[in-house]
Structures are given as structure tokens and as C-alpha cells.
């Protein structure tokens, strides 16, 4: 479970997410820039993490808060904006989307893991790769 949905599942699109915006040269973390439909999709996700936590349902909670950083990897393979064929407002547009989703599924995630989700929020905010969970 650890090495799933912590380092391959959120761990590793932080780290995709934030060397995309380094070699694209592109600006994230500009919640203006994020696209109507992502950001209500994100926020369904929340509502939903939100309300399981205040029932103090904390199982069901990380395993949709897992299921939005899910999400976000299908939107990146789905996106690819690594290809060359994108235009630069696209891929910032695309890595927008996800620098979105990844700062809420850092809230989600701190009140079970708050160590690593701060250090996560720093590295987004400060676009440096960190190994935020090393594999077991």
C-alpha cells in the first residue's frame, strides 16, 4: 500500500509534475490558469475527502483522496505533456491542471501524513523534485 499509493501514485506525478514545469520553463501553481472542468472535478473529490474526514471516516477518506492523485496520473499519460507537438500555453495549461490537484491532494493527505505533506507542499511551491517516500 505505501509504495502504491504514496510513491508510485502521489510521490512520483509531484515529481513528474514539477520536472515538466523545470524543463518546459513554464509557470504552475497559478490557480487562474486552471481549467473549469478540472477544478470541479478536483473540488468533487474534496467535498467528498472532507465529509469522510469530519464522520471521522479516515480509511474511506485516504482512499479517495488516493483516487483523486489517481486521477491525476490518468490526466497526465492522457495529456502527455512531454510531447513535443504541444504547444507551451498547453503544456502549461495541462501542468496548472495538475499542480492544482496536487497542492488539494496535499491538504487531503495532511492530516494523516503531515511531515510528508508539508515537505510535498514546499517542493511544489518551490519546484524542486524530493524523494518525498522512499520505497519499501
Known amino acids: 500500500m505505501y509504495n502504491a499509493r504514496l510513491a508510485n501514485n502521489y510521490g512520483n506525478l509531484l515529481n513528474r509534475v514539477i520536472h515538466l514545469a523545470n524543463s518546459k520553463e513554464v509557470e504552475i501553481n497559478n490557480e487562474e490558469k486552471v481549467e473549469k472542468d478540472f477544478l470541479d ?3 468533487k473529490f474534496q467535498s467528498k475527502v472532507e465529509k469522510l ?3 471521522f471516516e479516515l480509511s474511506n477518506a485516504l482512499e479517495e483522496v488516493d483516487k483523486l492523485a489517481d486521477f491525476g496520473n490518468k490526466y497526465i ?3 502527455e505533456p512531454w510531447n513535443k507537438e504541444l ?3 498547453e503544456v502549461e495549461k495541462i501542468l496548472n491542471n495538475l499542480s492544482y490537484l ?3 491532494v496535499t491538504q487531503l493527505y495532511y492530516p494523516a501524513i503531515p511531515f510528508s505533506a508539508e515537505k510535498a507542499r514546499e517542493a511544489l511551491e518551490n519546484r524542486e523534485k524530493i524523494i518525498l517516500f522512499n520505497k519499501l
Open 41 to 43: 472535478e478536483v473540488k
Open 53 to 55: 474526514y469530519e464522520d
Open 77 to 79: 499519460t492522457e495529456k
Open 87 to 89: 504547444s507551451i500555453d
Open 102 to 104: 496536487l497542492k488539494v
